[in-house]
């Protein structure tokens, strides 16, 4: 059932010196569609996206999922280094180097975040590996039957052309010509394809992703996945509900054969069991079991 949110309640706006009739307008859109993204700071505009949509609705979602995958090349990556969970899940920046952070869809330098998807291949594409490549794949589950995830959209029009995902967003309706505004605006830059060596495209919907997130209440975004065409969603999820309510229950290791306008993806192991801890779900141990001969026959194909 969705509910309607308003920005700028709820503490989702640090900024409360500005007043409610201080909208955005298709002025401000041109305004940030000139902005220097590359030389702007995420909190600069961040600070611009609260400053204009106070009152801005949007809708908002209980949803409680099972079999949310992640991915990973694990290409030069140790054994040792895959003998728990903590390999699948999202990356604790402040055990890893600066040299490897970097900007993405909702997280900004150093922010831990976990992305992941309820398709295989959404997963898979956005990853992108290269031939010969290793990767690890992980499907995470809810701790508990009865959890429920409090989630924003970002990207609406685009996730109501698969009804069949997004049944709920189907009759959606915007309440004013400027929520729909800022929704045409924020779809846009969640949909931005970036190649490597422009992250700096990211700030917009990172600012975006701050501003939904900075409410406690909410610990999800849900977003179509630009590498699947928009027709897969990807759901990222705060680092910390993954570590209080998610776990890893499988685990499965693909070597990838990428030739012309197709993945394939050959078995090389798989986790034959996950012993949980239950003090940190992400210190269970896996105990990987190589694929049979014949197992590896039974390849995953997916088509770019």
């Known amino acids: 059932m969705l509910i309607t949110d308003k920005i700028g309640y709820s503490n989702l706006n640090p900024y409360p010196s500005v007043t409610n009739n201080n909208l955005m307008t298709r002025k401000l859109k041109d305004k940030l569609?000139?902005?220097?993204?590359?030389?702007?700071?995420?909190?600069?505009?961040?600070?611009?996206?609260?400053?204009?949509?106070?009152?801005?609705?949007r809708p908002t979602i209980n949803i409680s999922p099972d079999g949310l995958f992640r991915a990973r090349i694990i290409t030069n990556t140790k054994e040792d280094d895959l003998q728990t969970t903590k390999s699948i899940w999202y990356?604790?920046?402040?055990?890893?180097?600066?040299?490897?952070?970097?900007l993405n869809r909702c997280s900004d330098i150093g922010q831990n975040f976990f992305y992941s998807s309820n398709y295989?291949?959404?997963?898979?594409?956005?990853?992108?590996?290269?031939?010969?490549?290793?990767?690890?794949?992980?499907?995470?589950?809810?701790?508990?039957?009865?959890?429920k995830i409090r989630s924003q959209y970002a990207g609406i029009e685009a996730l109501k052309t698969n009804p069949k995902e997004n049944s709920e967003l189907k009759g959606y309706k915007y309440i004013s010509e400027s929520d729909k505004i800022i929704e045409e605006y924020v779809s846009s830059k969640f949909q931005d394809k970036v190649a490597e060596g422009e992250e700096y495209k990211y700030k917009p919907?990172?600012?975006?992703?701050?501003?939904?997130?900075?409410?406690?209440?909410?610990?999800?975004?849900i977003y179509p996945s630009v590498a699947s065409d928009l027709k897969s969603v990807n759901?990222?999820?705060?680092?910390?509900?993954?570590?209080?309510?998610?776990y890893c229950q499988s685990t499965y290791?693909?070597?990838i054969k990428k030739s012309g306008n197709e993945f394939e993806l050959i078995p090389n192991k798989y986790g034959k069991r996950i012993v949980f801890d239950k003090k940190d779900a992400k210190n269970s141990i896996i105990e990987w079991k190589e694929n049979k001969a014949s197992e590896k026959q039974q390849t995953i194909k997916y088509c770019l």
């Open 33 to 57: 569609a000139n902005l220097d993204f590359r030389h702007s700071s995420v909190e600069e505009i961040e600070k611009i996206f609260s400053n204009e949509i106070l009152g801005h609705t």
């Open 91 to 102: 990356p604790n920046f402040r055990e890893i180097d600066q040299k490897y952070h970097q």
């Open 120 to 147: 295989l291949e959404a997963v898979i594409k956005e990853l992108n590996p290269k031939n010969g490549d290793l990767i690890i794949i992980g499907i995470f589950h809810k701790k508990f039957p009865e959890t």
């Open 205 to 221: 919907s990172i600012a975006f992703s701050n501003i939904l997130l900075k409410n406690e209440c909410i610990d999800c975004l």
């Open 235 to 246: 759901y990222g999820i705060k680092a910390n509900f993954v570590d209080k309510f998610l």
């Open 253 to 255: 290791i693909y070597t």
